[in-house]
């Protein structure tokens, strides 16, 4: 499955951290170094599946655990209209 970044949604990175603002809607978040990879993958058109394994390799997580961290931060997003 992938997914599509909506047009309307601003990155941008500072430091350590980076912020995703939604035009539309005002909605903006700040993303934790975990959080911006994720989206980071999202951008590149990544299959949720190699983002998690991705995710896995790259935090030395379980593969429950970054199952369960991917997809909660793709139904947050999605829920803000973030991503489709």
Excluded: H, R
Aim: one cysteine or more.
């Amino acid at each position: 499955m992938k997914f599509k970044i909506n047009n309307q949604c601003y990155f941008t990175e500072l430091d350590d951290k980076a912020v995703v603002l939604n035009t539309s809607s005002g909605i903006y978040y700040e993303l934790d170094p975990k959080a911006c990879y994720i989206w980071k993958m999202i951008e590149k058109n990544n299959q949720l599946e190699e983002i998690i394994d991705s995710y896995e390799k790259n935090f030395n997580v379980n593969e429950k655990n970054s199952i369960t961290a991917v997809k909660k931060f793709i139904e947050q997003a999605k829920d803000e209209g973030f991503i489709e």
